[in-house]
């Protein structure tokens, strides 16, 4: 072929002076696309060479070389992979061939932040070498055809290139940058090694570079006729499950996470369908220092035929999921995805929603059967999945599962089917009591009547606790009930006999109570009798809809504002305290106030005026 000069197609240039505009804050991404193109070339060889052994010619070894000439402030990047005929480079890289391009450019909108978000979909390639460059030259051969079939192209990017046939020997694809002035930034090999680790680090064929050392005469770095591979070349997920040991996935974690500990566990799976990608994925043994983060991002790496994209954790896995370190690898996503199109492409969520599946499954593996290791992820992480409760609906059955609690039969590890499994006969709903330490809640009065009748309660002392329930309201059918919250109803597991007992002794209370309720109005919203307590004299409860006094608590510890609500104070009309309140008239008030002060200590709470509370103490010991 003669040489020729044509003319880009019209989109071509449109998108030409679009990719110079809008990326140019981000102009290191140039290289990654061309190293990407020389990889996929490389893959394309490989794949056409499965029918067609020669195809390899002498060069079996597929690699890329990156190197520059500072004096001719070129930086050229060569692949020895499929190479382009001469009509393949005028198709490939004078017009845009791929569907939806008309539809694309009839959505710019000459607004650069959004149209370059556009841009990242359909992935710009080639021609973001013109954000740095004022000439591209590409010289190729196709592999399979004869040296003097290779082609030169070479464009300023201004609306025509230039096309011939030159003789090349080499197979594969040399794109040669002669890079602007001001981008002299890209003649360096330190940057370039830092971009290409970046970006490339496990693109899977080797990266070239040659080396550069101190030269003790001249003084200054020289660059060496020899050549170094600069990227680790080894996309460990994208191998095998079968070829990757166990040392070698233990490795990697710690690479990608900077921990120093192995991890609990991991997955690694290539899923088919919809949309394609490969998911490695690890839960670390320890919790990081600021696991409470809720903003941090940086667990799970995106790549896209293993390019790396970015590490945007939120766009894949939910916030509550925050431990969860690892790689996805999409097979069908664009290159230049931007975070906004993360957020909103259909592709992402498909992964967001697998890859939440599969960290799911891999937990309820760990616990169904190394449960020991469970129970050391649920002391580091459980309070953090307890949020996925209130955040994920679609997946809350799985996490409640995946609970595990305190109860008062066994100080950690219940879990739910537990619980159940040993409610008793006529038991209705799973009982709960919220406290700020499992001391405070083994010690509190409210539970007197369940240990009396054996009836199992969690104990539940997580700061997320109490918003976790406000969005649990039952499990496998059995309402949760709080133990301190509402009048108790014991239903069916009280029998006749004590029900009647417990409605006389109140009846017979009635009096007293009436003269309790005057002497606290300024303290509780109402006084009660109970039967739920044994040996405590009285307990604060509040009523059902109200916030519990733990949570105000928690709220204020926050310095948030918590609705002031009035407790109802419960009493045990058969303890001696409370007898004592009937035959000693003239301390009623002390005795009333001291009743209500011991109840609102038990429960964890602060006395508003302890001195108060000391001299009516006082004056009760010595009357
Ligand atoms: P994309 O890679 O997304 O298809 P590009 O604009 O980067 O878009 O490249 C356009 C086409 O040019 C590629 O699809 C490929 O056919 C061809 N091409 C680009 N770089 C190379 C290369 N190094 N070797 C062979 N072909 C290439």
């Known amino acids: 072929m003669e040489k020729q000069t044509l003319a880009f197609q019209a989109e071509v240039q449109q998108i030409l002076h679009l990719v110079t505009h809008s990326l140019y804050s981000n102009k290191e991404i140039f290289l990654r696309e061309l190293v990407s193109n020389a990889s996929d070339a490389c893959d394309k060889l490989r794949f056409e060479a499965l029918d067609n052994n020669a195809l390899y010619e002498d060069a079996p070894n597929l690699e890329v070389r990156v190197w520059f000439d500072a004096e001719a402030k070129t930086l050229t990047i060569r692949d ?104 002299s930034e890209f003649l360096s090999t330190w ?71 192995a991890p609990l566990a991991y997955t690694h799976n290539r899923v088919e369908g919809r949309s394609e990608y490969t998911q490695l994925l690890y839960v670390p043994a320890k919790a990081p220092f600021d696991l409470w983060n809720r903003d941090k991002r940086g667990g799970v790496k995106l790549y896209v035929k293993r390019v790396f994209i970015m590490d945007d954790a939120e766009a894949l896995m939910p916030v509550y999921l925050r431990f969860v370190k690892g790689v996805i690898d999409s097979a069908d996503l664009p290159l230049n995805v931007s975070r906004e199109l993360l957020q909103e492409s259909r592709d992402v969520k498909a992964i967001r929603e697998g890859s939440t599946k599969r960290v799911l499954s891999m937990l309820e593996d760990v616990a169904e059967n190394q449960k020991d290791k469970y129970a050391s992820f649920w002391n580091e992480f459980g309070a953090v999945l307890k949020e996925g409760v209130g955040e994920d609906h679609a997946n809350q059955e799985r996490l409640v599962k995946l609970l595990r609690f305190a109860s008062t039969q066994a100080d950690e590890g219940v879990s739910f089917a537990d619980y159940i499994g040993r409610m008793k006969e006529g038991q209705e709903s799973i009982y709960y009591i919220t406290a700020d330490s499992l001391a405070g ?19 539940l002392t997580d700061r997320v606790d109490e918003w976790m329930l406000s969005h649990l309201y039952e499990v496998e059918g059995k309402p949760l009930q709080s133990v301190a919250k509402g ?17 006389e002794a109140a009846e017979a209370f009635k009096p007293v109570l009436e003269k309790l309720k005057t002497a606290l109005k300024d303290r509780a919203k109402d006084v009660r009798s109970t039967s739920r307590l044994v040996d405590s004299p009285a307990c604060i409860v509040v009523e059902e809809g109200d916030m519990s006094a733990h949570l105000a608590r928690m709220l204020k510890q926050a310095g948030q504002q918590a609705p002031k609500t009035q407790p109802i ?40 005026s302890p001195a108060d509370h000391v001299q009516r103490v006082t004056r009760l010991l010595t009357a």
């Open 80 to 183: 020895n992979g499929i190479g382009m005929s001469a009509d393949e480079a005028v198709a490939h890289l004078g017009t845009i061939a791929k569907s939806g391009t008309r539809e694309f450019m009839s959505k710019l909108q000459g607004d650069q932040k959004k149209d370059a978000n556009l841009i990242g979909q359909f992935g710009v390639g080639f021609y973001s070498g013109f954000i740095v460059a004022d000439r591209i030259t590409v010289e190729s051969r196709r592999a399979g055809l004869p040296a003097d079939q290779g082609v030169r192209w070479s464009s300023d990017g201004s609306g025509q290139f230039e096309v011939e046939t030159i003789n090349r020997p080499e197979r594969g694809t040399d794109v040669i940058l002669h890079l602007r002035d001001e981008e």
């Open 191 to 261: 940057r370039l090694k830092s971009i290409i680790g970046k970006y490339s680090d496990h693109i899977s064929l080797p990266i070239l570079m040659k080396k550069e050392e101190w030269d003790a005469e001249e003084k200054k770095q020289v660059v060496k006729d020899e050549w170094e591979t600069v990227n680790k070349a080894a996309a460990l997920w994208a191998r095998s499950k079968s070829d990757v040991t166990d040392a070698e996935y233990q490795e990697f974690y710690k690479q990608i996470s900077y921990d120093t500990e």
């Open 487 to 503: 009048a108790v109803d014991l239903g069916k597991l009280q029998d006749d006999e004590e029900k009647k007992q417990a409605e």
């Open 569 to 608: 104070l419960e009493v045990n009309p058969s303890h001696a305290l409370v007898k004592r309140l009937e035959a000693d008239e003239s301390h009623f008030d002390d005795l009333a106030n001291l009743l209500f002060d011991q109840a609102w200590l038990a429960e964890g709470g602060q006395l508003e």
């Open 441 to 459: 809640a083994k010690s509190s009065p409210q539970l007197e009547i369940f240990r009396k009748k054996g009836i199992e309660v969690l104990l």
